[in-house]
């Protein structure tokens, strides 16, 4: 199993939809990161998080520590928001390297307009 | 900031032939990274390095090796290439406070690599 699960694998919505995009992992974390992956290859950091709750415009990232989960959400979804999203989580002290990232496999989604 | 450079953006190898992969950074992080992307895969770590003159195995280096003689500069050697090593190739960097307190990671563009 691998230790950072997301789901679903594609997505397709209609332009203005709200989106969810789920995380789960199961080792000890110190942070958990969502990156964004464009069409042409490119991968830039959305959120860094290691509690609560972050917002950037229309994107909010969650996390639930306890339940080793994390949510993804975008706002009146847009065409422009077509890319894969990847989930990553780095490991807590004393468990291998800090800042050494696990990734899961992506979800890709697709935003029709 | 010119961020996370990587070259070359493309490259076609023979079986056995050995490479170079630059990646420079611009922003005076300690932590660098090399991840590989199979298609249908999540990033996999290849080597990594903490500062100038540290580096460490990841998860995947078999066939690789790095070294990281300056603070912007992280280099990743292919020797004699193999079919398997056919994939894109990610460099990135972050600032690690005391080795434990992180900051995002920023990513070069890729390496696309394919080996025949």
């Known amino acids: 199993k691998n230790e950072v699960e997301q789901s679903p694998q594609n997505l397709t919505a209609q332009e203005g939809e709200f989106i969810t995009i789920n995380c789960s992992y199961s080792v000890g974390i110190s942070a958990l990161h969502w990156l964004q992956q464009h069409p042409g290859g490119g991968i830039v950091s959305l959120f860094m998080l290691s509690s609560g709750k972050k917002k950037h415009g229309r994107l909010i990232a969650t996390i639930n520590i306890q339940e080793k989960h994390s949510s993804l959400h975008i706002t009146a979804s847009h065409p422009r928001d077509s890319a894969v999203y990847i989930c990553?989580?780095?490991?807590?002290?004393?468990?291998?390297?800090?800042?050494?990232?696990?990734f899961g496999k992506g979800t890709k989604l697709s935003v029709k307009p | 900031n010119a961020g996370v450079t990587q070259t070359p953006k493309f490259r076609i190898l023979k079986i056995g032939q050995s490479m170079t992969l630059q990646c420079t950074q611009d922003m005076n992080h300690n932590y660098m990274y090399w991840y590989r992307q199979d298609p249908g895969m999540g990033l996999k770590l290849i080597y990594y390095s903490v500062g100038a003159g540290i580096t460490d195995k990841g998860e995947v280096p078999n066939g690789y090796n790095v070294s990281r003689s300056t603070t912007e500069d992280f280099p990743l050697r292919l020797e004699l290439a193999a079919p398997s090593q056919t994939s894109v190739y990610f460099c990135?960097?972050?600032?690690?406070?005391?080795?434990?307190?992180?900051?995002?990671?920023?990513f070069g563009p890729g390496t696309r690599l394919t080996v025949t």
């Open positions: 990553a989580v780095s490991r807590a002290p004393g468990r291998g390297s800090q800042g050494n990232l696990i």
């Open positions: 990135a960097s972050s600032y690690l406070f005391d080795g434990s307190v992180e900051y995002e990671q920023y």
